[in-house]
């Protein structure tokens, strides 16, 4: 056996396993230097350049902000408002959890957080008006995927490093899948909702009463317009956006909603560094994996594996999407972008791919995977909170996967919708 396969081998084996990513990863990397005639100088060079990497300071200021939004009511905020304009409809409490969970995730770019977060304020709520808890969770689990898709997104972020891609147009390609998936989220909860015979809520408001609720929530609507538009208006950087949306969630938490003191934002900063510092590590040994990778010519030999089967595009990303669906079985998500897009990348630009389409598609095919056991962590959130076993969890969330997996085969097959907007506007 080779060394290369050696190394794989030992990568993907400790994967399954069970082993931590970053020492899986510590570990293969560690054996390619020692293995092979890759010199040990290139490890402070390497670990220097991750360093100049500035658009991942925005990882963790997104983090904090995430956590600041919800300790502040910002999450309530938005239900309440989504309440106000879907809640009446048959299972009205899923629809407006899926839509709670696309507004929290164009906040804090984080699926797990957006499950912990709408999770806790809505499925008991939706347990109390008469949703079965499986049901209730399963929209939770699902609607929490929205959190990589919809921008701003951590895995979009790392992608865009990792890749060499404008994290800009990733930004905006997303938009239009995210809302896409939203959608199909939705017309399956309330399908479901109906052969379940569940009733949207009683109550109704009328003119005044609306646009009260509106204006008192106003701040927490306004997050997405102040975090995004300030990037696509050119006013600051994506990085700069992410320290925007830390003081802005600070000052709507303390000053407008009063509900933020300084135990929480010592809880919120906590919080980050563990996250943060789990982001970093993986992103830190997959830099020098990368450098064994490219000097053995992975993706070429890839490449040329992929075009004896098949040069159409369109069947090539399929074959990566059957790909990724297993591999997001045993491994997290920011583990699979960092390991795939050096490998992956190099063989998608020859056959004429569009990166900033591959790294959409690359993220939804991550959204399956959050929802996948052994692995799926979004199941794991909404485990923890109902104390609902792993196989009512998973058969509670097929439904929806099935509902994102054909907005991918539409991703694949119509680059238009991911790349309609960035061209658009003129930041692709």
């Not at 999450?75 to 969970?101: D, K, N, W």
């Not at 912990?116 to 499925?123: D, E, F, T």
């Not at 003119?207 to 927490?220: F, H, K, S, T």
């Not at 943060?276 to 070429?300: E, H, N």
């Amino acid at each position: 056996m080779s060394v290369d396969w050696m190394i794989w081998l030992i990568l993907f084996g400790m994967l399954l396993l069970g082993v931590p990513v970053f020492v899986s990863l510590g570990m293969a990397t560690f054996l390619a230097l020692t293995l092979t005639n890759i010199p040990l100088s290139i490890i402070p060079l390497d670990l220097y350049k991750l360093a100049e990497m500035f658009p991942l300071l925005a990882v963790p200021a997104f983090i904090l902000a995430g956590a600041l939004m919800e300790k502040g009511g910002m999450s309530q905020q938005i239900v309440e408002v989504a309440t106000l304009f879907v809640g009446r409809v048959r299972g009205g409490l899923a629809i407006v959890t899926i839509i709670g969970c696309m507004f929290f995730a164009a906040m804090i770019g984080s699926g797990p957080s957006t499950v912990a977060a709408m999770g806790a304020l809505m499925i008991p709520s939706m347990v109390r008006r008469g949703y079965d808890k499986d049901y209730a969770a399963g929209v939770c689990a699902t609607g929490g995927t929205l959190g990589i898709l919809i921008p701003p997104s951590n895995p979009m972020i790392v992608y865009g490093v990792v890749g060499n891609v404008s994290i800009a147009s990733l930004f905006m390609a997303g938009f239009i899948p995210g809302a896409m998936v939203g959608v199909a989220l939705m017309i399956t909860a309330y399908i479901f909702a109906r052969r379940r015979g569940y009733q949207g809520i009683e109550e109704k408001y009328t003119l005044g009463e609306a646009l009260r609720i509106v204006g008192r929530n106003i701040w927490a609507l306004l997050a997405p317009v102040v975090i995004l538009g300030g990037i696509y208006a050119g006013i600051f950087t994506p990085v700069e956006a992410s320290m925007v949306a830390v003081f802005y969630a600070l000052l709507v938490g303390t000053v407008i909603n009063k509900k933020i003191k300084l135990p929480d934002i010592w809880e919120a900063i906590k919080m980050t560094n563990t996250t943060t510092g789990t982001v970093l590590i993986v992103v830190g040994v997959s830099v020098l994996f990368g450098r064994f990778v490219t000097m053995y010519q992975v993706p070429q030999r890839l490449a040329e594996a992929m075009l004896a089967l098949s040069t159409d595009p369109f069947v090539v990303m399929l074959l990566i999407a059957a790909f990724l669906f297993l591999l997001g079985m045993f491994m997290e998500t920011l583990a699979t972008i960092v390991i795939i897009t050096p490998v992956v990348l190099p063989l998608i630009t020859k056959l004429g791919i569009d990166p900033v389409h591959f790294g959409i598609f690359l993220v939804m095919t991550n959204e399956v995977a959050m929802l996948t056991p052994p692995l799926g962590v979004n199941l794991f959130v909404a485990m923890s909170l109902t104390n609902l076993s792993l196989e009512k969890m998973a058969r509670a969330a097929f439904p929806y996967v099935i509902a994102v997996v054909i907005c991918i085969l539409l991703v694949i097959r119509f680059p238009q919708i991911p790349l309609f907007l960035p061209k658009l506007l003129g930041v692709h």
